[in-house]
């Protein structure tokens, strides 16, 4: 039997690229004598038809025929001339089909046959050597075939049951029929040597058969479809060979809906693996890194992402699924990923090596010392600016120049710091032992000083108990200055009573003078004020008057020019009214018009008076305002004078007061015996020792 297969159009691409161009090489199967090739047909580009030849055997022949079953797209069943009881026979096997083969992966009881249907071939039996002729008419090979599936009575009770199942198993596993009839190619005479002859030699009739067959394989075999109705590609039928071989070496019946489902997600897998590998090969040879901004990468990302998904959709089985559209997705996103780190990297290290070329004088000049001087550091912030300028200024740095170039001045930084630390702990050891030297000589001179301390101590001792005996004599003489000082201060305080009370009894005269004064000053600017404010609204009354007259005028003057526009109005339009009509329509026009010239006076009048009342408010307010800022002023300066003469007139009585206060606040506070001794030897005794020496010295003269 040979089995022929369409594989889709659309997938020629991806056979070749799996090494498998339409199953180009020969596919032997273990379990028989099966192989087959890749013929090129005329059908559309970008298809080929696959060939398997299987030879029968009777161990595996069953095995053999579902094999060619589930691989083909078009079955052709060859047999040699015999009666059709005995053709019919031949293919006794199909009744047991359903024991060899399962479409669904879970069916409860037994599959119907529409099932199978979907998965079977297209039929085409093709007879050998047989020249179709019914009596002496010749019939077609269609009513040959027609004749052959419907039940024949003279079948024996024997063979009736087994060829009427088998004529059930044709017409329900096989849907489209098709037969050929074949006469011998040649003599008999060269049948031996066929392989031999040429074309030209062939029988007419038999050639004209084998262009018959050959063209309705080529036009009417269909492509090979999976359950998803998605077309087989040279790849997947070397995938389903392969899974249906395991199949059967492991003693399991084989299952297209299993065997299809492997099949597809191999090929959505392997379309996964190609659209994301031409998506890294067009991003390594389109991608220079590192690319001068984030967006460059990502358009060029952008744009062998969309080929990518293209690539996909024109290899994946089933273009509804999402699950390995979203398995891209995720490929692609981590390919981007990786690229992205990659321009990362390349940018660090262009970055990097720019960073240490321009850093290289510099660091010449820091081993050198230079920028570890006092006042030297402007000098280093200078030449560290220079260099980040000459660094911006190198082209194709990356993405990362901003991060590299704070990273490394961050690291320099740190060093300039340690460098800087490390020159100042060196002063600072240096300064600590100047420290140490100065401290020791400070330490000797602190001895030297204290031992004089204890010469001077000693002789501040012998001079206190001196003083102690000096105060022991000065205590009585404290005591009758007490007793004196306590006189003085009574007869001050008296004397400083009645001096403050006639300052007062002058000072309140005199406040009282320039008060009624002031009162009478106020008075007499309000009386002003009150006559100019009168003054002023009388004008204003008056000049409101005058406008009023002038406006009442005017509008009389208006009015009048329009009563007699009017009138001579309504004498042109209104000539035939009667003259009772024309006299009240004009007193009521008049009346109309004095009441509209009434209501426009009088809403003027008022405007122009609440204006003129707002005027004079805004003037009384100002002038109230000056007079009291005046009155002020004038108070501030009297009460400045008051007391200027105060403080001129009573200096001499205030430090009086201010020392009894002192003396009064000494008496009421009680100090201790030592700061007592203190205060009276300060204010008493040392004048009064003062006054003994000066008369012993007069006395020995």
Same mark, same amino acid.
């Given at each position: ?11 020629? &691409? ?96 037994? *599959? ?75 003599? %008999? ?10 074309? %030209? ?32 590609? &040279? #790849? ?54 590192? !690319? ?25 089985? %089933?273009? !509804? ?39 290289? %004088?510099?660091?010449? #000049? ?10 030297? !550091? ?19 740095? &990356? ?80 005591? *009758? ?41 106020? *008075? ?118 008051? *007391? ?6 009573? &200096? #001499? ?49």
């Amino acid at each position: 039997m040979d089995v022929v297969s369409a594989p889709s159009v659309q997938t020629w &691409g991806d056979a070749g690229a799996a090494g498998h161009r339409g199953a180009g090489k020969v596919l032997r199967c273990e379990c028989g004598g099966g192989r087959g090739g890749s013929i090129p047909p005329p059908r559309p580009p970008r298809s080929s038809l696959t060939r398997l030849r299987a030879q029968d055997d009777i161990h595996n022949d069953a095995w053999i025929f579902t094999l060619a079953l589930l691989l083909s797209s078009t079955l052709v069943y060859n047999s040699m001339r015999t009666d059709s009881r005995t053709m019919l026979g031949s293919l006794c096997f199909l009744t047991d089909l359903k024991n060899y083969v399962r479409v669904r992966a879970q069916v409860d009881g037994t *599959e119907p046959a529409d099932e199978f249907a979907r998965v079977f071939p297209d039929f085409v039996w093709v007879v050998r050597d047989f020249r179709l002729q019914e009596g002496d008419r010749p019939i077609s090979a269609d009513e040959y075939l027609d004749q052959i599936l419907r039940p024949q009575l003279r079948f024996t009770l024997l063979n009736y049951q087994g060829n009427k199942q088998v004529q059930q198993c044709l017409r329900s596993f096989f849907p489209h029929h098709k037969m050929f009839m074949l006469e011998r190619p040649a003599a %008999d005479r060269d049948l031996a040597q066929l392989e031999l002859l040429r074309e %030209d030699q062939l029988q007419p009739r038999f050639r004209q058969q084998e262009e018959a067959f050959c063209q309705h394989i080529w036009k009417e075999a269909p492509v090979k479809m999976l359950l998803n109705s998605s077309p087989v590609t &040279g #790849r997947m039928l070397a995938c389903l060979v392969e899974t249906y071989m395991a199949a059967i070496s492991a003693g399991s019946v084989p299952c297209v809906e299993s065997v299809h489902t492997a099949v597809t997600e191999a090929e959505n897998i392997a379309a996964v693996e190609a659209a994301v590998a031409e998506y890294r090969r067009g991003m390594k040879q389109n991608l220079v890194l590192p !690319t001068a901004s984030f967006s460059a990468l990502m358009a060029v990302h952008q744009d062998w992402k969309k080929r990518a998904i293209t690539l996909f959709l024109s290899q994946v089985v %089933d273009k !509804t699924e999402q699950h390995h559209q979203a398995l891209l997705m995720d490929k692609l996103e981590v390919a981007k990923e990786e690229f992205c780190r990659r321009n990362e990297e390349a940018s660090e290290q262009r970055c990097w090596a720019v960073l240490r070329e321009l850093w290289l %004088d510099m660091e010449l #000049r820091m081993q050198r010392g230079d920028y570890v001087a006092p006042g030297e !550091t402007r000098l280093f912030l200078k030449d560290l600016k220079r260099m980040q300028e000459e660094y911006k200024r190198r082209p194709d740095k &990356g993405v990362k120049a901003e991060a590299v170039l704070e990273k490394f001045l961050r690291v320099k930084g740190l060093e300039m710091t340690e460098m800087w630390l490390d020159r100042v702990d060196q002063q600072c050891k240096a300064v600590l032992a100047e420290a140490r030297a100065a401290t020791q000589a400070v330490v000797k001179q602190l001895e030297e000083h204290q031992q004089q301390q204890v010469v001077e101590m000693s002789k501040m001792w012998m001079a206190k108990e001196m003083v102690e005996l000096k105060v022991c004599f000065l205590e009585k003489q404290q005591k *009758e200055m007490l007793a004196e000082v306590t006189a003085a201060k009574k007869v001050v305080e008296k004397q400083l009573e009645e001096q403050q009370q006639q300052q007062q009894q002058v000072m309140m005269a005199e406040v009282t003078a320039v008060k009624k004064a002031m009162e009478k000053q106020l *008075e007499e600017q309000q009386q002003v004020m009150m006559a100019e404010v009168t003054a002023v609204k009388k004008a204003m009354e008056k000049q409101l008057e005058e406008q009023q007259q002038q406006q009442q005028k005017v509008m009389l003057a208006e009015v009048t020019a329009a009563k007699k526009a009017v009138e001579k109005q309504l004498e042109e339009q209104q000539q035939q009214v009667t003259l009772a009509k024309l006299t009240a329509g004009r007193e009521a026009a008049e009346a109309q018009l004095e009441e509209q010239q009434q209501q426009v006076m009088l809403a003027e009048v008022t405007a122009v008076m609440k204006a003129m009342e707002k005027q004079l408010e805004e003037r009384w307010q100002q002038w109230a305002q000056q007079l009291q800022e005046e009155q002020s002023l004038v108070l501030s300066q009297r009460l400045e004078e008051l *007391e200027v003469r105060l403080q001129e007139g009573h &200096g #001499r009585e205030a430090a009086a007061l201010q020392q009894v206060e002192l003396m009064q606040e000494e008496e009421q506070t009680v100090p201790s015996w030592r700061s007592t001794l203190l205060k009276v030897l300060d204010k008493v005794v040392v004048p009064i020792l003062i006054r003994v020496v000066n008369s012993m010295v007069n006395n020995a003269a």
